[in-house]
């Protein structure tokens, strides 16, 4: 328990000093005691233990911390966690930074106040992660570039909210560079490919969603949480053939399933409209009516104040968690004797689809929910060189050909 004494000082000043217990010193690694000082004035000791019982309460209180000297591990769960991350991340995001946090982040700077993290810290950190046997699956080699940029992410996010808040002059991830992350082509599937793939949905019986969501997944370049999240009346306007992407539905350990607007991306990428394909309005007029006589025949509404319609629930109108699309896909692809590629590569085939047939990247930028362009240019850089020299090779031929008619 934290003690408290005082001295009398001249002109009627009395100095206030509570012992907050001793700490390691980063920069000599001895140990020091912790202390905290405060002058006041006071007319008798009276007055003056009744401030110093303040004094100590306002110290050793939970929330109670000098900004330019809190501990970098006191500021993350005590100050960023329950303020920023759960206020505008996505619980499914949070989850992840907790994983990064807890394995490597949080020991790394336990010892450091925000105050004393520099630029040098988070390069020595980064360039420490790029080390053989950081990895903690068990798997030999070194991090990927993306979990080593990751980390760096995470830590740009805690320091921009530590400068906002008034604990930090400046981001100290801003002074060095950003770990560059070594794109890795995802396999996709050809338009043959594709094809082949519709062919054997159709062939599948009994399950009208799931046919509906990987042709969605495809023609519309959706997220996994996004399709989750679809509301088949709410979203869709049969009439027009506009479909409108408002919300996601996502899992996690700590919170379950969650249903949430989307938090991916700037404004417009987070409420965006697609028109469908026209094959499959009928197949979502049908879904639309077997979930109607599902949920006047059950017994057990998931949600009876609100008319939800989701595409992927279960006959109570309760939604599937997440990871059951990635099960039934194995088993569809093992079925049809198909190539495996994950769910989100969908994504990346209905992008690489449109680039092939020379979409512009802006078009397939609002398509796909990316906050700017630059993003969709850098994931699918490699076929827009490709396209680009195609572009080069027809212009060619047509310059030759008008020259040959000018002869």
């Known amino acids: 328990m934290a003690r408290g004494h005082y001295r009398k000082r001249d002109n009627g000043k009395w100095q206030l000093e509570v012992d907050l217990g001793s700490y390691i010193d980063p920069k000599t690694g001895k140990k020091k005691r912790n202390k905290k000082y405060k002058t006041i004035e006071a007319k008798g000791s009276r007055e003056v233990e009744k401030e ?15 900004p330019e000297k809190i501990n970098f591990v006191d500021f993350v769960q005590k100050e960023w966690y329950p303020k920023h991350a ?41 360039h420490n ?17 993306s979990a080593i940029f990751y980390h760096y992410r995470i830590l740009n996010n805690i320091f921009n909210f530590a400068v906002k808040v008034g ?21 996709v599937y050809s338009l043959e490919e594709t094809i082949q793939l519709l062919n054997c949905l159709d062939k599948e019986k009994n399950v009208p969603h799931w ?24 979203h869709i306007d049969l009439d027009s053939g506009i479909l409108s992407i408002r919300q996601a539905l996502t899992y996690s350990k700590e919170q379950g399933i969650q249903l949430h607007e989307i938090k991916k991306g700037n404004r417009q990428a987070r409420k965006r409209d697609i028109y469908l394909s026209k094959s499959l309005i009928e197949p979502i007029k049908k879904l639309i009516s077997i979930r109607n006589q599902e949920r006047l025949a059950s017994d057990n509404p998931w949600d009876e104040d609100d008319d939800h319609c989701l595409l992927l629930c279960d006959e109570n109108g309760k939604p599937f968690n997440p ?37 512009d990247a802006k078009p397939i930028q609002e398509r ?28 060619d031929d047509i310059l030759q050909l008008n020259a040959i008619k000018n002869k």
């Not at 303040?54 to 939970?62: D, L, N, P, R």
């Not at 505008?88 to 807890?102: D, G, K, R």
């Not at 002059?169 to 992350?181: A, F, M, S, Y």
């Not at 997944?217 to 997220?223: L, N, S, V």
């Open 167 to 187: 604990v930090m002059t400046e981001n100290p991830c801003k002074k060095i560079d950003k770990p560059k992350v070594e794109y890795q082509e995802a396999p």
């Open 323 to 359: 990871t059951s699309l990635k099960n039934w896909w194995k088993r569809f692809l093992k079925r049809h004797n198909l190539k495996y590629i994950k769910i989100h590569s969908l994504r990346h085939t209905s992008a690489t689809i449109l680039i092939n047939k020379g979409i």
């Open 211 to 234: 046919q509906i969501a990987i042709k969605l997944a495809i023609t519309t370049g959706m997220r996994r949480s996004e399709l989750f999240g679809l509301d088949l009346k709410k």
């Open 129 to 145: 992660l790029q080390e053989d046997g950081m990895r903690l699956d068990g798997k030999e080699g070194k991090l990927s570039s």
């Open 368 to 395: 796909l929910g990316h906050a700017d362009i630059q993003t969709t240019v850098n994931i699918y850089s490699h076929l827009y060189k490709e396209t680009n020299q195609i572009v080069s090779e027809q212009l």
């Open 86 to 126: 759960e206020v505008h991340l996505s619980h499914t995001t949070i989850s992840n930074f907790i994983v990064y946090l807890e394995a490597r982040i949080l020991p790394a700077f336990k010892y450091l106040r925000m105050d004393q993290i520099k630029g040098k810290h988070i390069v020595d950190f980064l």
């Open 52 to 66: 110093l019982i303040k004094f100590v309460a306002a110290v050793t209180g939970e929330g109670y911390y000098e």
